[in-house]
């Protein structure tokens, strides 16, 4: 069970970045896929969330409208597009899979199923 995330990247404000996350060892259309990220000083923050099957996606307030999720079952590969980046942006970007169907919406570890490696992105000017 293995989950890979696209390299991140230094971005100055208001540039825009697209993460993958790549499965394997699972079956990918049956899980819900979810974003989590680290915030620089504080702990496990969620962003967004994608059912499977039914594609329904979840944000936090803070990215809606502007990091749409999508996922892709053929290629067993999900994304994140990230808009309009800002400095409270900046953080290491978790990909993970639920154990079900469902989004997960969690900042506990234990609550999924794998998690990614994580992958840097830093808004800076």
């Known amino acids: 069970v293995q989950l890979v995330e696209s390299v991140g990247g230094l971005v100055q404000p208001g540039a825009s970045l697209r993460l993958s996350c790549a499965a394997s060892?699972?079956?990918?259309?049956?899980?819900?896929m979810n974003w989590v990220r680290q915030v620089p000083g504080k702990g496990l923050e969620w962003v967004s969330s994608?059912?499977?099957?039914?594609?329904?996606?979840y944000y936090q307030d803070s990215v809606k409208g502007r990091f749409p999720i999508s996922r892709d079952n053929a290629k067993n590969t999900m994304y994140m597009q990230m808009n309009n980046l800002q400095p409270e942006g900046t953080a290491v970007y978790f990909c993970?899979?639920?154990?079900?169907?469902?989004?997960?919406?969690?900042?506990?570890?234990?609550?999924?199923?794998?998690w990614g490696q994580g992958t840097q992105v830093t808004v800076t000017s």
């Open positions: 060892g699972f079956t990918f259309a049956n899980s819900g």
């Open positions: 994608i059912r499977s099957i039914t594609f329904t996606t």
């Open positions: 993970a899979a639920s154990f079900g169907s469902d989004a997960a919406t969690s900042t506990k570890k234990e609550n999924y199923k794998c």
